[in-house]
């Protein structure tokens, strides 16, 4: 309770701005600046800067990834991290911060939305950004990882920062630390540490009216928490991932996101299971903060009958509401005209003295609220694409919360394209997970869906490397580990299909637990291998495959019919593969792409040109 109550006089000197009234700002373009919101930032450049070479975008980029960790770097790093070395993690951010011509009472200037989660945290700073613009205010927003390019993961006004622009601001950081990395044990920040840095550069010198930072992992030791004094802070659901280095349990999870609150700074979360809701609240009596439950999407009003959201899926709901209670308390904190002011702080100690947060209340939600909901987008995410016969269903769910809402959410929306369908309807499983995720478990939750094919590719895009830019290229695992997990994956889903065969694939001399060939290409860099099931004769019997790559696991799925998917050739298939009739004569092939952010960026890649501009 004594630490409440010295927070709430740090909440009283925290700075807070006026908006103009909605009368003032009805009409401004997305974009224009609030009056009064001109910050200072030291534009003085420094040797290095005046220097800046004349480079394109992608000299910049491949600058950017020799700060990638190198694999066996990283499992150092990991297991260091098992051992408890974290000390020292947000010391050496703020150094760098010093290094890149920043303060730390700088950053203490940006109007802050601070986000973390096991999922939901990207879409809700999705609805974030989008609600916040049509108030008029210029956006920023901080996420990751990209999907194909790695100036997507800062954007002004909802769009990816240009390449003219992330190259110029590129050049003035990584100068600036490079020219003092001799005076600090000849050290730079690693990869996501430095484009975290550059982010917050880009947003003081675009003077930014709110920044939405999403939180990369964890939250306590997260390099984006060298942030101090955020404006608001959410916790979307929690679930279980990165356990090397957040803990394996939920509790060990919910301590770490916990580590956002701020001393009198206000935070939400949406509903969670009750230990780690536990440790949520404990976290916050502990730091200060006042820490308040979303209520459900349909306690919120408006003049619509059913808010809609673009964000497709019954689990978006939650990171709807989230995204409403951070931005009307952001706007409450400006002084918007639009909303009555917070409710008095010690209503909030009070509450507090509960062992589970109090349930925030819905309000009345704005025009620019709703249109907000309804027009915001997350590419990757619950995301349908339709070309010709194909219908690519594409979520980067990897952990056990986010797969079962995309079985939902595929299982749905497919079952009614399926209905309308004037011929036979095929659906494909395009799937990989990396890192330390158990395939198993999440490949036993697709099961249900009883696809007719099952594909297996690591995340490369091509077995021969010319298409790929500088933006895709990943040193943080070796081509062995990749290729390896990829064969386990299949390995998983056979397992599970001797299991379930009878009762799921329900087919007549079924051939899937065939023999096993095991192909090697001679135009394969590294030996990369082709690993099918050999039939008999050509069929719907075989139903597993593995790709050497996402460039050759679309070319067999789509055999040719979509109309805007442009392959390489270089490493053509087999025409006779087994299943590439059925595709070819089926009136609809749905494909499920799913397990790895990563995977639906290199798909994505092939799927929408317009990305890679």
Not at 447 to 473: E, I, R, S, Y
Request: aromatic share 8%.
């Amino acid at each position: 309770m004594a630490g409440l109550r010295r927070a709430l006089a740090v909440a009283r000197l925290l700075p807070t701005r006026s908006l103009p009234s909605g009368a003032e700002r009805r009409g401004a373009a997305p974009g224009t600046p609030a009056a009064g919101w001109r910050r200072s930032y030291n534009r003085t450049p420094t040797k290095a800067a005046l220097r800046l070479p004349s480079m394109e975008y992608q000299d910049a980029v491949q600058a950017l990834n020799t700060l990638q960790t190198n694999a066996s770097t990283l499992e150092q790093i990991r297991r260091e991290q098992q051992l408890g070395r974290k000390q020292g993690t947000l010391e050496a951010m703020e150094s760098f911060v010093y290094r890149a011509g920043m303060t730390i009472e700088e950053l203490d200037k940006l109007a802050i939305i601070h986000v973390t989660g096991t999922k939901g945290k990207g879409s809700t700073c999705a609805f974030c950004e989008k609600i916040l613009r049509n108030y008029g205010l210029k956006t920023a927003f901080y996420s990751s990882p990209h999907l194909v390019q790695v100036r997507e993961r800062i954007r002004i006004n909802g769009k990816p920062i240009g390449r003219e622009l992330f190259t110029k601001y590129f050049w003035q950081v990584y100068n600036r630390l490079d020219e003092t990395k001799d005076a600090d044990s000849g050290t730079m920040p690693a990869y996501f540490r430095f484009l975290t840095i550059l982010a917050f550069h880009v947003f003081l010198h675009e003077k930014v009216d709110v920044a939405i930072i999403e939180v990369g992992i964890g939250g306590a030791y997260d390099c984006t928490n060298i942030i101090r004094r955020p404006v608001v802070c959410g916790v979307s659901s929690l679930g279980i991932d990165h356990v090397s280095i957040l803990g394996d349990t939920m509790e060990k999870i919910a301590w770490q996101k916990g580590g956002i609150f701020k001393p009198g700074v206000p935070a939400f979360t949406v509903p969670q299971p009750s230990d780690p809701m536990a440790v949520l609240v404990e976290r916050a009596k502990e730091i200060g903060c006042f820490l308040q439950l979303c209520p459900d999407l349909e306690g919120f009003q408006s003049e619509e009958e059913k808010l809609s959201l673009g964000l497709a899926g019954e689990h978006q709901k939650s990171n709807a509401s989230l995204a409403l209670q951070l931005c009307r308390t952001w706007l409450q904190r400006h002084h918007h005209p639009d909303f009555p002011p917070l409710r008095d702080s010690l209503d909030f100690v009070e509450e507090h003295g509960k062992q589970r947060p109090p349930v925030s209340s819905g309000f009345y939600l704005p025009t620019p609220m709703i249109d907000g909901l309804h027009s915001a987008e997350w590419l990757g995410r619950s995301q349908i694409l339709r070309r010709g016969p194909l219908t690519y269903y594409i979520d980067g769910a990897h952990t056990i919360g986010s797969i079962k809402a995309c079985v939902k959410w595929f299982r749905e929306h497919s079952l009614k394209e399926a209905e309308t369908a004037r011929g036979p309807v095929v659906q494909v499983l395009l799937f990989n997970t990396t890192g330390e995720r158990d395939a198993a478990a999440l490949l036993k939750l697709l099961m249900p869906c009883q696809f007719d094919f099952a594909v297996f590719c690591p995340n490369l895009f091509d077995v021969v490397q010319t298409n790929l830019n500088a933006d895709q290229k990943n040193y943080t695992v070796t081509l062995e580990n990749m290729l390896g997990r990829c064969l386990d994956n299949h390995c998983a889903w056979c397992k599970l299909t001797e299991v379930r065969r009878d009762n799921l694939w329900n087919l007549v001399d079924s051939t899937l637990e065939g023999p096993t060939t095991l192909v090697k290409k001679d135009d394969l860099d590294e030996e990369m291998l082709l690993l099918l099931h050999e039939p008999d004769r050509e069929q719907v019997a075989t139903r597993a495959l593995v790709f050497p790559c996402i460039n050759n696991a679309l070319q067999w799925i789509t055999q040719g019919r979509d109309p805007d998917l442009q392959l390489s050739s270089a490493n053509p298939l087999n025409a006779h593969l087994a299943g590439a009739a059925t595709l070819k004569e089926a009136s609809t092939v749905q494909v499920l792409i799913t397990g790895s952010i990563h995977l639906v960026g290199g798909c994505l890649k092939h799927l929408d040109q317009s990305l890679s501009q």
